[in-house]
């Protein structure tokens, strides 16, 4: 039976053999019979899609989150005990908290979808021996179909026709430069070693740079190299975010903390003789109470802030938990073409053969540069040596450049920019062109034959290509404009210089020209490279500074890989750089053993590149992965953040993607990374901030209840608290401005909890004072034994300021106020001030006043209150002065290690 061909068997194949086992006719292509049985065997040529589950599961889906259901327990607890206004509450901020997290991630599981764009809409294909145009998702092993420069591949297919024909596959292998396609079978032993081995397939997705052919389709759809991808995307599940475990984690701790609560209260009650409903009743309040139903809006807020922050630096966020996970990355991991590389073609040098040398500046396809010798300028027949190199690299030159579109191969590119940048625009223009001898692997150089507009009469030859052949085949060499026999000696002074190019990561092409192949005379040299992204090497300092390992993953050669990582700053002495080959050899466990100790993995594939992410994750890292192919598509998904290019990204690893870099500017993931540990650390100041309100009110009303002492505080004074505590204070200390040490320190540990013992003990020393103090003012107002409107408004007062200075304290759990600036955030000014406005209004106001059952309070109250609950704010003040080593800067970028970064979170 008739079966489809992976791209291996088919590569090894002759085309003979080809045919018999798909059961096609090379000339006639398919008949209408042929397809019809083959539709029944085959699906369509594109990708079948899991049925997605409906909006509004999605959104229910929300609701299983450890912190939700917590919320939503308080909530109906709360409905049985007929506190109406508390569930209220707690409802609204749940309903908030979903609906906002739902709309952002709402387009963010895409990337499955976009795999049928790389499918073309429709395709040349023979059948019944007659040409016609078919959508190419009728496609069916055995059709034969036929390729042009601009088409894409709509499935894979094995060639048995290919003039000139290059394909470009950078977007699956990582390979810069396309491929140059062959129709020869491939031995076993090399189509085994990966696909940039099967020169004789053309891949499904991939493009035609130049020439043209026609082959058989050997697989398509989920059959093809593509459909691996898919299946390998299908099966693969993002992981949660390290803030979304670290919540999942304080929502368990809140739950025991609350248990434990009703559990003491309701022993205490036991102890005392009082009824266990009562003390039932009591001790569940005080746990719903102790529930902060504000973290999950402020949590949602921050992230939704950073993520327009992130926005207006040119990087779109996807999924609000990952903006804080690029604070714990440690590890990332990074495609090279079109990621650390520009994947622009750009010629560097230039070496004239009577030796004068000349350094080409900018990058792309722009005349964006100049060409200089020494310390002067190139321009037209300044330098007629170096201008005949770059007139034989223009004239023969089938690429053509159209607001830095390229149609032909990326290195003609190059060549066409040179001349624009040295003011050759038009110099092509100059010449017809009566023949044309094409590049292939075998020759490995291009010729043409041309005659100036100006001198029909005049019959020249221009030849570029590898050195080794521009110099077998010349006879001469260009010496101050005159013709000098080439000697041995020569041509090895001409292979030193070319030498030192290829030793620098440069790609070599040699220039001749003459009359005919037998008079040709060696003109010179250039060097071309796809050229580092600006600002790259600096990035990769920066991140390895603040202690993120950077790893390149290419399907690129080993030379050309550690050359761009030399230039990029690798270190390369200290780590080892390792084959795909090698990989496919190792089990998954030794790739775990020595996956830390490798800086560059080259020649990879895919797959390769997935087990590299798993094993990274597998010792521990959280991984970052940048790319912009669809071979990437697949290991952007696994990794804890996927970040694709913006520009130079195809759709697939766009979509599958948690971070987009809009502008394809590297240096942004470090912006990325500051913003990821600034709201963390921002998350952590309000948990303290409202854990230490909510057990100092809590406290209150415990001693009271439980100790039968007068309540120093009414339900509305309560009410009021609560909203202070959930309310524009906190949610101001979610928006502090990213410290400026911060990218300094050394990611977070994932499993770090959100409440360590360090932050307790700050929680639990600012309510001791809160609660002290306003007890203090309590029972030295009620002298009498007597509770009065003065005491109740004394407390209530003392306690809200207590909380705006707590407020202040917790900005920054290791930086001074006076460090940080009193004035730096402006939104916390506001609600701080707007806070106690409303307070003072409670008091004076006399509508009120009557609400909250407050009288008015002398301005010596008002001082004294204020020197008294400072003493939260000046004894986190003296502790973080303390721990700085007596000095109010806290110099962070002393600190490398994580022992002391825990310290750091102690204060």
């Known amino acids: ?21 798909l059961k096609t006719n ?13 539709r029944k065997l085959y699906s369509f040529n594109e990708f079948d899609m899991k049925n997605e589950d409906p909006l509004w599961l999605k959104y229910l889906e929300k609701f299983k989150e450890p912190m939700i259901i917590l919320l939503l327990g308080s909530a109906l607890i709360s409905i049985l005990m007929r506190q109406f206004d508390d569930a209220l509450s707690i409802t609204c901020a749940i309903l ?3 609906t906002v997290a739902f709309f952002q991630e709402y387009r963010s599981e895409k990337a499955l979808d976009e795999l049928n764009k790389l499918v073309p809409p429709s395709c040349n294909c023979i059948r019944n021996g007659e040409l016609h145009s078919i959508l190419a998702r009728e496609l069916v092993p055995g059709d034969v179909i036929v390729l042009n420069t601009g088409d894409r591949v709509p499935a894979d297919v094995r060639l048995f026709e290919a003039i000139d024909l290059c394909i470009d596959e950078s977007s699956f292998t990582g390979e810069s430069e396309p491929c140059a396609k062959t129709i020869d079978p491939i031995p076993q032993e090399y189509a085994c070693k990966g696909i940039l081995a099967r020169r004789n397939i053309c891949f499904m997705g991939t493009l035609v740079k130049n020439g043209h052919g026609k082959g058989i389709v050997i697989s398509t759809g989920e059959n093809s190299e593509f459909g691996e991808i898919f299946k390998m995307m299908q099966s693969e599940e993002a992981p949660k975010t390290p803030l979304q475990k670290s919540m999942d984690t304080l929502g368990k701790q809140l739950s025991f903390y609350s248990f434990g609560i009703i559990g003491l209260i309701m022993f ?10 009562e003390m039932f009743t009591i001790s569940v309040s005080l746990a719903v109470a102790a529930i902060p139903e504000g973290l999950p809006i402020v949590v949602t807020v921050t992230l939704a802030l950073g993520v327009i922050r992130m926005a207006k630096k040119k990087a779109i966020i996807k999924k609000l938990p990952i903006v804080e996970t690029l604070g714990c990355v440690n590890v990332i991991c990074s495609d090279k073409t079109g990621t650390l590389t520009t994947n622009e073609m750009t010629v560097r040098n230039i070496i004239s053969s009577d030796d004068l040398h000349a350094e080409v500046t900018g990058t792309g396809y722009i005349a964006d540069g100049i060409v200089r010798c020494g310390n002067v300028q ?8 170096l201008f005949k190199v770059i007139e034989i690299g223009s004239v023969c030159n089938n690429a053509h450049i159209f607001d830095r579109q390229v149609t032909g191969q990326p290195t003609d590119a190059s060549l066409l920019t040179l001349a624009m940048k040295a003011s050759y ?9 009566h023949e044309e001898w094409p590049f292939n692997s075998e020759n490995k150089w291009m010729g043409v034959r041309v005659s100036p507009k100006t001198n029909h009469s005049l019959s020249l030859l221009f030849i570029k290509g590898a050195i080794s052949e521009v110099l077998r085949q010349s006879r001469y060499y260009n010496f101050n404009g005159q013709n000098v026999e080439l000697t041995d000696e020569k041509c090895q002074h001409f292979l030193t210089h070319a030498q030192n190019l290829m030793s620098s990561g440069l790609r070599v092409i040699a220039m001749a020209s003459g009359t005919n192949f037998s008079d040709l005379s060696y003109a010179g040299m250039v060097g071309i ?13 920066s991140l390895r500074k603040s202690g993120v390992q950077v790893k390149m993953i290419t399907g690129d050669a080993q030379e050309t890989a550690k050359t761009i990582a030399n230039r990029v700053g690798f270190d390369l002495m200290m780590k080892k750089c390792i084959s795909g080959e090698e990989i496919s050899k190792m089990s998954f466990h030794d790739l775990e053993n020595i996956v830390s100790d490798v800086a560059i993995f080259y020649r990879t594939t895919p797959k390769q590149k997935l087990n590299i992410i798993k094993a990274c994750k597998n010792r521990g890292y959280i991984v970052g992965m940048t790319g912009d192919g669809v071979n990437d598509s697949v290991a952007l998904k696994s990794a804890d953040i996927g970040i694709a290019m913006g520009k130079t990204g195809t759709d697939v690893s766009k979509e599958a993607a948690d971070m987009i870099l809009v502008d394809d500017n590297f240096s942004t993931i470090i912006s990325a990374i500051e913003e990821g540990k600034g709201i963390y650390y921002n998350i952590r100041n309000f948990v303290r901030f409202q854990l230490s309100t909510s057990i100092s009110a809590l406290s209150l009303i415990a001693f009271s209840t439980v100790f039968h002492f007068p309540n120093p505080l009414n339900a509305m004074q309560i009410l009021w608290i609560n909203i202070i505590m959930d309310g524009p204070p906190a949610q101001s200390l979610g928006v502090e401005p990213v410290d400026s040490d911060v990218l300094k320190k050394p990611p977070r540990r994932i499993n770090e909890s959100m409440i360590n013992l360090g932050l307790v003990g700050n929680i639990l020393i600012s309510a001791l004072l809160i609660v002290t103090g306003t007890l203090y003012v309590f029972y030295k107002e009620m002298e009498d034994g007597k509770v009065t409107h003065r005491d109740t408004t004394m407390t209530f007062t003392c306690f809200v300021f207590f909380d705006m200075f707590n407020a202040l304290a917790c900005r920054s759990q290791h930086k001074s106020v006076f460090k940080i600036g009193f004035f730096s955030n402006k939104a916390f000014l506001f609600s701080v001030g707007g806070s106690i406005l409303s307070q003072l209004m409670v008091i004076y106001f006399p509508p009120l006043q009557k609400i909250f059952q407050t009288e008015a309070l002398s301005f010596y109250d008002l001082i004294s209150l204020v020197f008294l609950t400072s003493s ?23 600190k490398t290690n994580v022992k002391t970064e825990k310290m750091d979170f102690n204060v």
Not at 268 to 276: F, M, S
Not at 378 to 385: A, E, F, K, T
Not at 531 to 539: E, F, K, L, S, T
């Open 268 to 277: 205490i009650g036991w102890l005392q003789g009082r009824p266990i409903l």
């Open 1 to 21: 039976m008739m079966t489809f061909l992976n791209s291996e068997t088919a590569s090894s194949k002759t085309l003979e053999e080809t045919c018999s086992l």
């Open 425 to 433: 625009n038009e110099i092509r223009n100059d010449y017809i062109r």
């Open 96 to 98: 908030i908290v979903v």
């Open 872 to 894: 939260v704010w000046i004894v986190s003040e003296l502790k973080k002065f303390i721990n700085n080593g007596f000095t109010f800067n806290s110099d962070l970028s002393k």
């Open 26 to 38: 090379l000339l006639l292509g398919l008949n209408e019979h042929d397809i019809s049985e083959r």
């Open 529 to 541: 490279i796809d050229p580092p992204r600006d600002g790259i090497r600096n990035a990769i300092e």
């Open 378 to 385: 190139v321009r037209y027949n300044s330098h007629p040596s």
